[in-house]
């Protein structure tokens, strides 16, 4: 999950940046889509792999995962996925300006200060990569300036574009340093004739020196403000700053596996632990007599409640808490739980957490994990407090990065 945060680093533009794209291509094999390169991989950092063939990349997560595994229980195998490619549903450009003040835009170099300039990226959304090119060149006869981090001047720091990839709608997120855009109405106008398939258009405005790429005030000048999208049947709203998976075909996939795991006969109480904007415990709760859904940031509860209404879901709560506190009190409580859906971030579960999950006794424990090491630590934990792994199962949600995500069936140890 966690490897999509909002935050960036500050950095500089390098005049030969332009020039020197194509020095370190890097060529991959893919399936059906014959030889493809990337110009700046190297330079970007966002693909570790991106040298790597595809089969090959598999079978290394595969084994990172099956080695942590090992002591617990049996690994079914890696899904992956068969167009690796363009499969980012949230595409981010910083703006800023070359030597001759001429608007550029693209990804920040890892850990340098400057942007290195992309027009099109191999695993984003390729619709969204060229609304980006499209702002960047509508920018001079607008007269808007792109934000000069060592001057001070200018007005557009970031472009951030969302997309549903069922639904086709598109958002599109204008990060500036005031709230006035000069000719907004031009502006859409002219956005939209070129990309009539843009749905809605935000002003976001961030002024402050700051590695968060949005700032607190939002004002919408075209459309909803938002846009939505479907999962395994079920309908989400993503606002500009909501958490949502940016691999959808593959968060399906997790999730489909995940409700495998579970397998709700319709008469369970579960958990849905770390639920961010509610999806998971949305999708389980045709299968469940209830579901009860714990996040600690209080916008994600805010996007999950409203995603249970659009969806109809009435057995379903959301609590804003820390996940291991929560279960804790209800532990205290007396509450009954059959099954508990667990999602932690990157550093994995609380050991309050375990604790409560362990005197809470449910049947099953599904663990959906982005962290194979904090995974290994966790299982340790759990099978030591009366729990058993019966099955698990990889998938890659980050073609092209050394990321890999991982579903683990957790039982009680009948006794
Ligand atoms: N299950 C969701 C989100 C998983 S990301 C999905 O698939 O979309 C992990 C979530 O855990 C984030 O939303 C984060 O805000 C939340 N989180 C992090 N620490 C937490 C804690 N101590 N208690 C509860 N939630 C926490």
């Not at 059906?32 to 950092?45: H, I, N, T």
């Not at 006969?265 to 958990?271: I, M, N």
């Not at 509610?278 to 007599?289: P, Q, Y």
């Not at 375990?354 to 959906?368: C, N, Q, S, T, W």
């Amino acid at each position: 999950m966690g490897q999509d945060g909002n935050k960036r680093e500050k950095k500089k533009m390098l005049p030969e940046d332009v020039k020197t794209q194509k020095r370190t291509a890097a060529s991959i094999p893919i399936k059906g889509a014959g030889e493809v390169s990337c110009a700046v991989a190297k330079r970007c950092g966002g693909c570790q792999w991106m040298d790597r063939d595809y089969q090959e990349q598999l079978h290394e997560k595969e084994k990172q995962v099956r080695k942590i595994l090992t002591p617990y229980c049996r690994l079914e195998g890696i899904v992956g996925m068969d167009q690796p490619l363009y499969y980012r549903n949230k595409v981010h450009a910083v703006f800023g300006e070359d030597q001759k003040h001429r608007p550029v835009s693209g990804i920040y170099e890892e850990r340098t200060h400057r942007i290195v300039p992309v027009d099109s990226c191999l695993i984003e959304n390729q619709t969204a990569d060229a609304i980006i090119v499209s702002v960047r060149e509508l920018l001079p006869s607008f007269k808007i300036r792109p934000y000069n981090e060592d001057t001070g001047y200018g007005l557009l720091r970031h472009v951030l574009i969302r997309t549903g990839r069922i639904s086709g709608q598109i958002m599109v997120v204008l990060v500036l340093t005031s709230p006035i855009l000069p000719s907004k109405n031009n502006f859409v106008k002219a956005l939209l004739k070129r990309h009539p398939e843009i749905t809605t258009i935000v002003v976001n405005v961030n002024y402050r020196s700051t590695s968060m790429v949005l700032g607190e005030k939002e004002q919408v000048i075209y459309g909803k403000g938002y846009i939505e999208d479907m999962l395994c049947g079920k309908t989400f709203r993503i606002s500009p700053k909501s958490f949502y998976q940016v691999n959808p075909v593959q968060t399906e996939t997790l999730y489909t596996k995940a409700m495998e795991y579970a397998a709700l006969t319709g008469c369970e109480t579960v958990v849905d632990a770390y639920c961010g904007t509610g999806t998971i415990g949305i999708i389980a709760s045709d299968k469940a007599k209830q579901v009860i859904g714990v996040e600690l940031n209080a916008d994600a509860v805010r996007d999950a409640r409203c995603n249970a209404k659009i969806n109809q879901v009435r057995n379903i709560r959301f609590y804003q808490n820390d996940a291991g506190r929560f279960l804790l009190e209800m532990v205290s409580q007396g509450v009954k739980v059959d099954v508990v859906l667990m999602d932690p971030p990157r550093n994995g579960s609380s050991e309050e957490f375990l604790e409560a999950v362990a005197h809470m006794a449910p049947g099953k424990v599904v663990y959906i994990s982005c962290n194979p090491e904090t995974l290994g630590r966790d299982m340790k934990y759990l099978t030591g407090r009366g729990y058993k792994a019966e099955k698990a199962v990889a998938v890659d949600m980050f073609p092209f990065t050394g990321h890999v995500e991982s579903v683990v069936l957790i039982s009680k140890v009948e006794k």
